[in-house]
């Protein structure tokens, strides 16, 4: 089983619609959870860290599940420049060391 | 703030070369850094850890002699790809990691540097 999981889509949605998206992590000591952005040919950019308690800004909702081991991204009205791979990362400490390891990325298309 | 440049934007070189890539954190001081590879379609992964003034962690399957990586300084890390080969064509990217790390430990990522082995 992979550590991050993510459903890679591509995700077509009209513009203005309301899109989420989960992904599943097999490390149940897994602390730290974060949706970055990434752009064709860019670096990935941080979009937001998930909390508990989940987690709101602006358009976009982050919730996890600890039991169930699944964070989620909501997005509301989305906009055509929210056409992006967003990708689920999880920070794990192994061995007295931290690392983030990524999902490969939910690709969101929105359409005029 | 945190600003994180890399050198190199993109490199074509021919196979057998040596290229080394420069990662700088601009304007905040970085105990570790990381360096990530990409490949078309697939997820970042990881490569090793760089921490100032010690060896770098690899991760398995990651030949330390073919990448090697120095990292002399707080706002400084190397990764040198020797010998490269046309497989080791990809998308490396490097993150550094405040002096300070916050709870949720963020990292924040240089822009990469497209690699392409002829």
């Known amino acids: 089983r992979k550590e991050v999981e993510q459903d890679p889509g591509p995700f077509n949605v009209p513009e203005g619609a309301t899109v989420a998206f989960n992904c599943t992590y097999s490390n149940s000591a897994s602390q730290s959870f974060f949706w970055y952005r990434q752009d064709c040919r860019k670096e990935p950019k941080l979009l937001m860290s998930?909390?508990?308690s989940g987690n709101e800004d602006g358009r976009f909702t982050a919730q996890l599940n600890r039991a169930s081991q699944y964070i989620s991204l909501l997005i509301r009205d989305s906009k055509l420049s929210d056409s992006a791979t967003y990708l689920c990362v999880v920070n794990t400490i192994r061995g007295g060391a931290d690392g983030l390891t990524f999902g490969k990325g939910t690709h969101l298309i929105i359409q005029p | 703030g945190a600003v994180v440049s890399q050198h190199p934007s993109w490199v074509i070189c021919k196979s057998g070369t040596s290229v080394k890539i420069e990662c700088r954190s601009l304007d905040f001081q970085a105990t570790t850094m990381f360096w990530y590879r990409q490949f078309p379609k697939q997820s970042l992964m990881l490569m090793a850890t760089?921490?100032?003034?010690?060896?770098?962690?690899?991760e398995q399957g990651v030949e330390k002699d073919k990448f090697l990586i120095n990292h002399a300084s707080l706002t400084l890390s190397t990764l040198t790809v020797t010998s490269a080969h046309p497989e080791d064509s990809s998308f490396y990217i490097c993150?550094?990691?405040?002096?300070?790390?916050?709870?949720?430990?963020?990292?924040?990522f240089g822009p990469g540097t497209r690699l392409t082995v002829l």
């Open positions: 993150s550094a990691r405040d002096l300070i790390a916050g709870a949720y430990n963020e990292q924040f």
């Open positions: 998930v909390y508990s």
């Open positions: 760089s921490n100032e003034g010690s060896k770098a962690t690899y």
